[in-house]
């Protein structure tokens, strides 16, 4: 993976993560960020943008100097990798809830010296789902943190996160773009608006480019991912353009769709992350995700008008 991916979005370029990503970087550089840090998981507005630009800020070696990691010391390129040995990432396994194997295993990694020699970050998803076992394993840890270590919690309904864990870890909420910071984005980003337009067209139909190479199809999805977080922001807030009403199914009122994006989104970056880490076949992966939208928007026309 490149160090310097400008195509990819980032914590500081769009636009409503700026002032979040301000306090982040500030608090650190005034030694005042807390070691444990919570969020919401929301893909749709940008979380997973902001946790892999959190945790590669961490680590970088030139932090301290920068208001984002540099792409370019040893610890950044460890990162980009995926090997870097003092970065941590616990996972339930889907469908299961957080256990606390996982979260022991990880703890003891935690007090091990950092073999960088800088910071060590561990992220823990879903800490919504943990069971109580895991939950108090966790908890220790956070009473007494090791020193230059930083804990990065998600949660999909932090108010069900365990009160002993929240009295914890210190909260930050994601912003949701106005529309005027959704426009200036999508400018800024990408060149051929009718062209992304009639991507996620395509895909709100069930359909995507069968016959295109591989790089193209990679274009392709990327484009549908930004319409696709774009269109979303917009029905939550109920801030649709003439062009994006007319792309979505007419059964379904704008609320009643973004249901239906949020999830869409949310499988969409988990399908990226499918096919960069197990070399799937991307077409294959693309098709089952038209079918499962075109479900989604059948069942929610099913309740609608049953």
């Not at 310097?4 to 700026?18: E, G, K, S, V, Y």
């Not at 444990?36 to 507005?45: G, M, T, Y």
């Not at 994006?261 to 970056?269: S, T």
């Not at 197990?278 to 026309?301: F, T």
Request: aromatic share 8%; with cysteine; glycine share 4%.
């Amino acid at each position: 993976m490149s160090a310097n991916n400008d195509a990819q979005p980032t914590a500081t370029n769009m636009p409503w993560l700026r002032p979040l990503w301000q306090q982040l970087v500030s608090g650190y550089q005034q030694q005042r960020l807390p070691h444990a840090l919570a969020f919401s998981d929301s893909p749709e507005v940008g979380s997973e943008v902001l946790r892999a630009k959190l945790q590669q800020f961490l680590l970088c070696d030139t932090r301290l100097q920068r208001q984002q990691a540099c792409g370019e010391c040893k610890s950044c390129k460890l990162y980009l990798a995926g090997n870097h040995p003092d970065f941590i990432e616990v996972v339930a396994e889907e469908g299961k809830q957080l256990g606390i194997d996982a979260i022991r295993q990880a703890m003891t990694q935690v007090q091990k010296t950092a073999a960088q020699g800088g910071n060590k970050v561990i992220t823990v998803m879903a800490i919504d789902h943990m069971t109580v076992q895991a939950a108090n394993a966790l908890l220790k840890t956070l009473e007494e943190p090791p020193n230059n270590t930083y804990f990065c919690l998600f949660a999909k309904q932090y108010s069900q996160v365990l009160p002993t864990i929240r009295s914890r870890s210190t909260f930050y909420t994601l912003p949701l773009p106005s529309y005027q910071q959704r426009r200036a984005w999508q400018a800024e980003h990408q060149q051929d608006q009718a062209g992304i337009q009639v991507s996620l067209g395509q895909l709100l139909r069930g359909e995507f480019p069968k016959e295109s190479d591989a790089p193209q199809l990679a274009i392709w999805f990327e484009q549908v991912l930004v319409e696709l977080q774009m269109l979303y922001v917009a029905c939550l807030s109920d801030q649709l353009s003439a062009e994006q009403t007319a792309m979505l199914p007419k059964s379904l009122a704008p609320a009643q769709a973004a249901d239906i994006l949020a999830a869409a989104y949310r499988r969409g970056i988990e399908i990226r992350a499918l096919a960069k880490q197990s070399g799937l076949n991307l077409s294959l992966l693309l098709q089952a995700w038209c079918s499962e939208l075109l479900m989604q928007v059948y069942r929610k026309r099913d309740v609608l008008t049953g």
